[in-house]
């Protein structure tokens, strides 16, 4: 139901943040890449947070008139470096801004595997 999802969401939320912390000592550019997928859209937000996730999802949310069903994050050294790859690399189905065609499966492999590689530049930037 509905209230278990919100539960399910609020209790992700707070499992991501004792996440985020560690990631935001190592370096201020730390955060995650969320996929969040609106399933009628068929279509996914790909964007960034360096705060709370669940709460981000709530904002997205307020201004679309249906539920984002699923929502993942990918902690990261550099957020905004990682976010600029992934929106690169999806350009062919991008639909406008941040939303991308597809769904989350869709996206995953290559965020993992972005954010491998973007994560080993800044520990080699940043010894």
Aim: charged share 30%; glycine share 8%; with cysteine.
């Amino acid at each position: 139901s509905d209230m278990d999802d919100e539960k399910r969401f609020r209790e992700w939320g707070l499992e991501a943040d004792k996440l985020l912390k560690p990631i935001l000592e190592k370096s201020s550019r730390g955060g995650f890449v969320y996929i969040m997928w609106v399933r009628p859209f068929g279509a996914c937000k790909i964007g960034l947070t360096q705060k709370n996730p669940a709460r981000r999802r709530k904002a997205v949310m307020m201004g679309i008139p249906y539920e984002v069903g699923t929502m993942r994050c990918y902690g990261t050294l550099d957020v905004f470096r990682l976010e600029q790859m992934v929106h690169d690399e999806f350009d062919a189905v991008r639909l406008s801004g941040e939303w991308f065609s597809g769904n989350a499966n869709d996206f995953e492999p290559t965020i993992k595997r972005l954010r491998d590689i973007v994560n080993d530049e800044y520990l080699a930037d940043n010894p």
